[in-house]
């Protein structure tokens, strides 16, 4: 492109030329040799040019074109040899100058394409000078350029090294932040075991603490287990006492029984005793057997005797019958008399309470039971009309309350017309005052005019009369003076009179008012505070009876009505299970536990059994015991109260023949009976002068014995 | 833990500009409270005021609870799968309605199981409130611009306030359980497995006001009405 363009610059430039060789025909006709030369000359100038053209250089143009003077000079040198002739010589001459001309001509185009190639080598230098700065500039761009990738492959190589490091760092924090993780998670480590083991130390304390509760619990169940059993044994006890006091009772009975066979026994003594009579009579019998009418009669009268006894025993049963009748007819009876204590005490309470009831009649002011009756219905009737009035009265209520709110309103609108009014009266007042004062000033100014006249009318009389004399003017002058000024006075006075005394009115008459509105205003606040009151009732009043504006809406299965229902459902299943031990209990022990029960009555029949048994053997030995004593030592002891012992010796000759003792804290001691009396002496030789009852009933047994045989043998005797 | 949080934000802020950016633009936004989450605020203080209730007045036994961590202190939640089921019915329910405004006060009501005598209620007051005008034109929907910091903050003081009322509220010596009772405008529909109940009023009652707290969008008041004994 570069060389392009210099050739086409080149062109450019040497287009002048071109120019300037074509446009030479006229001095190519001027001469042949010339033209010759000029040809040639133009043959070299145009084969410089086309040597130029070709290779492109400048220089050997140039010297081309430099080269034609000197062929020019030798052409001259030549033509100087030949001598000229005339025509020649003017033909030379001619020619001469012409060539002169065409060589000033030439040496002009020389000097112009001198000037011109120097106006080209200046354009040339010019163009040069600017290729060079222009190659410098590129060359200092180069540098410049060159600079810079150094100084960017500095700043990359910068780059790179902060890269490096950065990426040092980068692998420094992460080892760092490695570490620190590792730390991190070594710790979190520790953290967990130390978890773990405070997990296990839990744990531990937890089984520990179950093992305690365990043992507690086990603990409680031997306890309860103990209880139980003190329960079962207190069971036991309770019906071992329960036992007992049957066996206690049993023993009663049995003592009682004892008694009984006791009396019995001494009825059969008793019944020994008249046998004995009947034997002593059968010996005196046999003993007068020996006058046999005697006897005979006396059989005759033991027959009706007999008889006698025997309608008596047969009337006897007959009265025991008629008793066990009567008794059977009392135990009848005793029920119905109960019934009949039952219904009287009945009676008499259903009485008092109809007297009662009679009573609160007669205080409601019912006397019979249809006035009762009808006071009763008069007092629901009066409710039900009550209830009427209650809700006309709340209806009415209503109606107060908008009539209060209607009226209040009408209220305030008058307080507020009652102050309008209020202004506009003071403030007529005030005109009034003003007016009032304005009436007395007007009044006085009247008053001070019609004086003012009189006193003119009077001047005029005095003037009309006085012009007489000057010194009787003068004096009415001084007189006339004087009157104003008590004319001045007077008014003065009077005008402050009537200021003073109207000003003290009207301020009395205002306070009146004054205080007169503030009572007003004070009831008035006062009926205010009243309303408002009995507004704000009416309020809360129709808040309570006004519709809610919000719904209450909750889940249907919230937590009460679970817990509700559950509740419920313990309760129905605990009254099942009350029902069903109640019913359990009604049918008994057979439902109960059978074989509980079956073993505690087995038990009670065994202990029964035995009971029997022992109570058998114990009458049976008692009674053993007693027959031996009696038998070896000769007297009978019966026990006849608490520490009382009655003794009776087996040969005694009556049943009365008994002797008392009672036992004492130091000893037994002898009580005095009838029989005892009859001992004097055994008594006063053995218990008082021996002190031993042994020895004194031995002495007993012994005399009373000697005495039978006594009369035993003086019986045979 | 507030320190360690600060300087954790630090050591990352200083490493990872990016994320830090993202950080900012996140909390810019944090500000506006929808209506959403205004009742969904309501309901987590509303489960856990509840629950402290349940806790506090012994009405279920303590180990059936778990303590959690919540507006800095630290709350029992019950576990007993029931009553999760209860609350987590009756609070999403209860947030639909509070985005319509249709409730203005829920009442967990403690009564005696044996005759359904109300012992206490505690009445939580919903009331709404506008939030931030300018924002809301600038969101197109209401919102709030309170911070949900100083919201938790209230909400805080308040709980602590329901933990100390076991010193004057009396002591419940029989078996008790409870209810929550909504009560919703009459135009409200009553939607599946729930029922009207009868609004409940307590003989001789007490009542102590707790502090207000306030999303911006809604403000809720608690109240406890006891049974005085004399």
């Not at chain 1, 133009?42 to 410089?48: F, L, T, V």
């Not at chain 1, 006698?308 to 059977?328: F, G, M, P, Y």
């Not at chain 1, 003003?434 to 003037?463: F, G, H, I, N």
Request: proline content about 2%; glycine content about 2%.
């Amino acid at each position: 492109m570069a060389k392009e363009g210099d050739m086409s610059l080149y062109q450019d430039v040497l287009e002048p030329f071109r120019r300037v060789i074509n446009t030479d025909p006229p001095k190519e006709k001027l001469s042949a040799s010339a033209k010759m030369n000029f040809t040639d000359s133009n043959q070299s100038i145009k084969e410089g040019l086309s040597n130029l053209l070709s290779i492109g250089k400048r220089k050997s143009s140039l010297s081309m074109v430099d080269a034609t003077p000197d062929k020019r000079q030798r052409t001259e040198s030549c033509s100087a040899s030949v001598p000229p002739s005339p025509w020649e010589a003017k033909r030379m001459k001619i020619d001469l100058i012409a060539a002169k001309a065409q060589i000033t001509k030439l040496e002009a185009r020389v000097n112009h394409q001198h000037t011109i190639r120097k106006e080209m080598q200046i354009l040339f230098e010019e163009e040069k000078a600017s290729l060079t700065e222009q190659h410098k500039r590129d060359e200092r761009a180069l540098s410049d350029m060159e600079d810079r990738l150094n100084i960017i492959r500095r700043r990359e190589q910068e780059i790179k090294d902060e890269l490096s490091e950065s990426i040092k760092e980068h692998r420094e924090y992460k080892t760092k932040w490695e570490g620190e993780k590792s730390e991190l998670q070594k710790q979190i480590a520790e953290l967990k075991d130390k978890l773990l083991e405070a997990n296990v130390s839990n744990k531990d304390q937890i089984s520990e603490m179950k093992k305690d509760m365990d043992e507690l619990l086990q603990a409680l169940e031997g306890a309860q287990s103990e209880v139980e059993m003190l329960k079962k044994e207190l069971a036991k006890q309770t019906s071992r006492a329960e036992q007992c006091t049957a066996l206690r009772t049993k023993l009663e009975k049995q003592t009682f029984e004892l008694q009984q066979v006791t009396s019995k026994l001494k009825e059969i003594q008793y019944e020994k005793d008249s046998y004995k009579d009947w034997q002593q009579q059968a010996k005196t019998a046999q003993k007068r057997l020996t006058n046999m009418a005697e006897l005979e009669k006396e059989v005759a009268r033991l027959r009706a005797t007999e008889r006698s006894l025997r309608d008596s025993i047969c009337n006897k049963l007959l009265l025991e019958e008629q008793v066990h009748q009567l008794t059977a007819r009392l135990e009848a009876l005793q029920p119905a008399q109960q019934e009949l204590h039952e219904a009287k005490v009945k009676l008499a309470s259903l009485e008092s309470s109809l007297a009662e009831w009679k009573a609160a009649a007669r205080a409601h002011g019912a006397d019979s039971a249809r006035a009762l009756a009808a006071a009763l219905d008069h007092a629901l009737t009066n409710q039900l009309t009550a209830v009427a009035g209650h809700s006309q009265a709340q209806s009415q209520l209503a109606a107060v309350t908008e009539e209060t709110a209607t009226l209040k309103y009408e209220r305030d609108k008058a307080t507020t017309k009652l102050n309008d009014l209020q202004t506009v009266r003071k403030s007529q007042e005030s005109l009034i005052h003003r007016l009032q004062k304005r009436l007395l000033l007007v009044t006085r100014e009247r008053d001070s005019y019609r004086q003012q006249l009189d006193c003119y009318e009077k001047e005029l009389t005095v003037t009309l009369t006085g012009e007489g004399g000057a010194a009787g003017s003068a004096a009415l002058l001084a007189a006339r003076v004087e009157q104003l000024e008590r004319a001045l006075q007077g008014y003065r006075d009077l005008l402050a009179m009537q200021d003073q005394n109207s000003h003290a009115t009207v301020v009395e008459a205002l306070r009146a008012d004054v205080s007169k509105w503030r009572d007003a205003a004070e009831a008035a606040r006062r009926d205010t505070a009243k309303l408002r009151a009995q507004r704000d009732n009416l309020q809360g009043q129709i808040e309570r009876l006004s519709v809610p504006t919000t719904k209450v809406i909750h889940l249907a299965d919230n937590p009460a009505a679970l817990a509700h229902k559950q509740v419920q459902g313990d309760l129905e299943a605990a009254n099942e299970e009350i029902k069903k031990l109640k019913a359990a209990l009604r049918e008994g022990g057979s439902g109960g536990c059978p074989d509980e029960l079956l073993q505690i009555k087995q038990q009670l029949e065994n202990s029964q059994i035995k009971l029997q048994r022992m109570k058998e053997e114990f009458t049976s030995s008692a009674q053993e015991y007693r027959d031996v004593c009696y038998m070896l030592l000769g007297y009978k002891v019966d026990r006849t109260g608490h520490k009382n012992y009655r003794i009776s010796n087996m040969y005694a000759e009556s049943a009365e023949e008994y002797l008392t003792f009672t036992l004492c804290d130091d000893g037994i001691e002898m009580v005095h009976t009838d029989y005892s009396a009859t001992l004097e002496e055994l008594v006063e030789l053995h218990l008082h002068h021996h002190r031993s009852i042994p020895l004194f009933l031995s002495a007993l047994t012994m005399e009373l014995f000697t005495r039978t045989t006594m009369q035993q043998d003086s019986d045979e005797g | 833990m507030c320190m360690y949080s600060l300087l954790s934000y630090y050591f990352v802020s200083s490493f990872i500009p990016l994320n830090n950016y993202f950080k900012m633009s996140q909390q810019q936004t944090k500000n506006s409270i929808t209506l959403r989450g205004s009742a969904q605020i309501i309901c987590e203080y509303l489960k856990y005021a509840i629950n402290s209730v349940l806790f506090q007045r012994g009405l279920y036994p303590p180990e059936t609870f778990k303590a959690e961590q919540q507006y800095g202190i630290t709350l029992l939640i019950s576990e007993d799968a029931q009553i999760k089921s209860f609350l987590t019915n009756l609070l999403t329910q209860s947030e639909e309605w509070i985005v319509k405004k249709k409730v203005s006060k829920l009442s967990l009501i403690i009564l005696n199981v044996a005759n359904k005598e109300v012992l206490e209620c505690w009445d939580f007051n919903v009331q709404y409130e506008d939030g931030d005008a300018a924002l809301s034109k600038e969101k197109n929907e209401t919102v709030s611009s309170k911070e949900l910091k100083k919201i938790q903050q209230e909400i805080r003081d308040v709980m602590l306030q329901v933990a100390a009322t076991i010193s004057y509220l009396p002591f419940l010596d029989c078996r008790c359980s409870f209810d929550v009772l909504v009560h919703a405008k009459t135009d409200c529909d009553v939607p599946e497995k729930w029922a009207e109940a009868e609004p409940v009023a307590i003989q001789n009652a007490q009542n102590v006001q707790f502090k207000a707290f306030s999303t911006g969008l809604n403000k809720v008041e608690t109240v406890v009405s006891y049974k005085l004994i004399d």
